[in-house]
């Protein structure tokens, strides 16, 4: 249920727009691409990116015959004039409407909106369930402003109304012009942006007012169960400054939105599905990408988990964050 897509041909935004770093695509060799980030470069990706058969395939090796697919997060361009990261953003979705059409048996599709602009997001998102997509994707943050801001919450409301889960996703990691090596954006930067986002959605009341949205958090919710104890007691000992606009516990929320199962780390995995619950562990990949559960799920056939709970992982819980029904 976390697996990223782009279109194989990509127009360049840039000089379409007259301005900004939007990303575009250099095809300098058969199966592989330069992701451009403006006139950097930002990551070579190969075929399986863009090639809905190619990935088919790559995916039957183990098993799995079904994707939820999704831009990749570079993609969001929320720093973006509204209007245009708007039309990136139909651009984006109709690519994945039609490779839903074409492969039916074989992808689902979550939308990406210009969040940063609540009634273009509400527009797209009503298009989006005309068009029948079950979810979005949304950033950990909107240019650095967190999701329990008040612009956002007509957005997830519609959402709820809609029935449309919601995917979050790290990026514009905080902190990450600080640390530039050793990649510690990807490595620490994203769990902790994770963390921000589940921390500022169930402190800012939007998890309490609007209990029937179905949130999934990447990274099996990043930092933010390794680390509840300490959340926890920080709105024990510090509720002047954490409970002050929602006065339930962090506690209570457990067990309350997904989170999917990349850990790469049996023992997290057991802790993730002893915290979160069994019932809210999804089997994501972040495929195609280096940091993904590129053996798609093959470290946790090796648990020696019971059946059932094995069919909630790879399949159950997905249908229920997506659909509300099992």
Same mark, same amino acid.
């Given at each position: 249920?976390?697996?990223?897509?782009?279109?194989?041909?990509?127009?360049?935004?840039?000089?379409?727009?007259?301005?900004?770093?939007?990303?575009?695509?250099?095809?300098?060799?058969?199966?592989?691409?330069?992701?451009?980030?403006?006139?950097?470069?930002?990551?070579?990706?190969?075929?399986? =990116?863009?090639?809905?058969?190619?990935?088919?395939?790559?995916?039957?090796?183990?098993?799995?015959?079904?994707?939820?697919?999704?831009?990749?997060?570079?993609?969001?361009?929320?720093?973006?004039?509204?209007?245009?990261?708007?039309?990136?953003?139909?651009?984006?979705?109709?690519?994945?409407?039609?490779?839903?059409?074409?492969?039916?048996?074989?992808?689902?599709?979550? %939308?990406?909106?210009?969040?940063?602009?609540? &009634?273009?997001?509400?527009? &797209?998102?009503?298009?989006? *369930?005309?068009?029948?997509?079950?979810?979005?994707?949304?950033?950990?943050?909107?240019?650095?402003?967190?999701?329990?801001?008040?612009?956002?919450?007509?957005?997830?409301?519609?959402?709820?109304?809609?029935?449309?889960?919601?995917?979050?996703?790290?990026?514009?990691?905080?902190?990450?012009?600080?640390?530039?090596?050793?990649?510690?954006?990807?490595?620490?930067?994203?769990?902790?942006?994770?963390?921000?986002?589940? =921390?500022?959605?169930?402190?800012? %009341?939007?998890?309490?007012?609007?209990?029937?949205?179905?949130?999934?958090?990447?990274?099996?919710?990043?930092?933010?169960?390794?680390?509840?104890?300490?959340?926890?007691?920080?709105?024990? =000992?510090?509720?002047?400054?954490?409970?002050?606009?929602?006065?339930?516990?962090?506690?209570?929320?457990?067990?309350?939105?997904?989170?999917?199962?990349?850990?790469?780390?049996?023992?997290?995995?057991?802790?993730?599905?002893?915290?979160?619950?069994?019932?809210?562990? =999804?089997?994501?990949?972040?495929?195609?990408?280096?940091?993904?559960?590129?053996?798609?799920?093959?470290?946790?056939? *090796?648990?020696?988990?019971?059946?059932?709970?094995?069919?909630?992982?790879?399949?159950?819980?997905?249908?229920?964050?997506?659909?509300?029904?099992?």
């Amino acid at each position: 249920m976390h697996t990223h897509l782009l279109p194989e041909r990509l127009p360049n935004f840039a000089n379409k727009f007259g301005y900004g770093d939007f990303i575009h695509l250099e095809h300098h060799r058969q199966g592989f691409a330069r992701m451009m980030k403006g006139n950097a470069f930002f990551r070579e990706i190969g075929n399986n =990116c863009w090639d809905p058969q190619v990935r088919i395939d790559e995916y039957m090796a183990y098993k799995t015959p079904v994707q939820v697919v999704c831009t990749i997060p570079v993609m969001f361009s929320y720093w973006a004039k509204p209007a245009d990261c708007l039309s990136l953003s139909q651009f984006l979705n109709d690519h994945l409407a039609g490779v839903v059409d074409d492969y039916p048996e074989h992808y689902i599709a979550l %939308g990406t909106l210009p969040m940063q602009d609540t &009634e273009l997001a509400l527009q &797209e998102l009503q298009r989006l *369930k005309e068009m029948g997509f079950p979810g979005v994707q949304i950033g950990s943050n909107v240019n650095q402003i967190n999701l329990s801001e008040a612009q956002f919450f007509p957005i997830f409301e519609a959402c709820q109304e809609l029935n449309i889960a919601v995917f979050i996703h790290p990026w514009e990691m905080m902190g990450q012009e600080y640390m530039p090596k050793y990649w510690l954006p990807w490595l620490v930067g994203m769990p902790a942006e994770t963390s921000r986002a589940v =921390c500022s959605l169930i402190f800012g %009341g939007i998890l309490e007012r609007l209990p029937k949205l179905r949130f999934c958090f990447a990274h099996a919710g990043g930092s933010f169960l390794p680390t509840i104890g300490r959340i926890q007691h920080g709105y024990e =000992c510090r509720p002047d400054l954490v409970a002050i606009d929602n006065k339930q516990s962090p506690r209570h929320y457990l067990g309350k939105f997904w989170v999917d199962s990349a850990t790469h780390d049996p023992q997290l995995l057991r802790f993730i599905l002893d915290v979160a619950g069994e019932d809210r562990v =999804c089997l994501g990949t972040d495929y195609p990408f280096p940091l993904g559960d590129l053996e798609i799920g093959t470290f946790i056939e *090796k648990m020696n988990l019971p059946e059932s709970i094995l069919e909630k992982i790879f399949y159950k819980n997905t249908l229920e964050w997506l659909y509300g029904t099992m």
